[in-house]
């Protein structure tokens, strides 16, 4: 146990003492985050605050699990391609954001653009998982499999691409994805120690400890965001774990919140371009709780418990 604690606590040293200075590094520069005019008006407040913050928890979680994964012998195709998911899409992201810092505006990538890239991760990704023997099939919580063959490359694209979709549009209030994808990350960990998949508990633990570390810059009042580059790495990384753990299905629990939230935002597009009329006050869903009169404390602190709640009872189903 002892050993596993070295790198949740290096990742978490690193982005707590280097955090700060990116902040510093972003305020000089008076680069800071855009809001979006269709969204909330009380966020107008949160603009300027400094984004990106996604570049720091990244580097430290890469540099840790170079290093801990040469010393621990953990170092194969597994932690690879799994921090090249997390980079990749991390970089993705980066550019997104890139464009909207110097064009002073919401908007980056379009979204074939964005797309794009997120489907040319995945399939390197795939190329990976499929020359390495890995099952092409999907587990249905220990029920049983449902063998796709090559169709499985397709899964993986829509899961990759997905999931680091729906992590990003959740990341709209102070804190919120920072405590449910260290959550989630968290329940992945538990899962890989019970397989003795040890490179994925490696780089679970790893994130977690970052995660935890940026949450304390990023939850409200936010001194940093962590940006496109923060979110899609996140969901990106997330679906590539429970694919590698083959507990792909599991995802859709553990990570409940962000599905509803991207489910909110498809069933409101869809009803409005149908009807005319809107499901929800306003999409993704926590901004319906906020026009509600919640605070972002409050429905942080109830969309973590929820996520805590179906990681847990996650874990104990599958192991």
Known sequence: MMSWMIPFLA????????TPLLITYFRAKHEGQMIREEGPSWHESKSGTPTMGGLMFIIAILIVDL????????????????????????????????????????????????????????LVF??????????????????????LGPLYIIFIVIW?????????????LDGLVSGLAAIAFGAYAVIANAQQQYAVMLFCVSVVGALLAFLLYNHKPAKIFMGDMGSLALGGS?????????????????????VVETLSVILQVAS?????????????????????GWGE????????????FTALTGVLIII
């Open 160 to 172: 990759l691409t997905g999931f680091s979709n729906a992590v990003n549009l959740t990341d709209g």
């Open 238 to 258: 997330l679906a590539a774990v429970s694919i590698l753990l083959h507990q792909e299905l599991s995802l859709l629990w553990i990570g409940l919140i962000f």
């Open 126 to 147: 795939a190329a990976v998982y499929y020359f390495n023997g890995f099952p092409m099939s999907l587990r249905f919580f220990g029920l049983g499999e449902l063998p």
């Open 272 to 292: 409005f371009r149908l009807t005319g009329k809107r499901i929800f006050k306003m999409t993704p869903i926590h901004h319906t709780f906020e026009m509600m």
């Open 11 to 18: 990742t978490f040293l690193i982005t707590a003492g280097c």
């Open 67 to 122: 290093i801990t994964g040469f010393a621990m012998q953990l170092f194969d195709s597994t932690l690879l391609i799994l921090l090249f998911v997390m980079v990749f899409y991390g970089l993705i992201g980066m550019w997104d954001d890139s464009i909207k810092l110097f064009k002073r505006q919401n908007e980056g990538f379009k979204a074939w653009q964005k797309f794009a890239l997120q489907v040319l991760g995945s």
């Open 297 to 308: 404390w409050k429905i942080d602190f109830v969309f973590w418990l929820v996520g805590l």
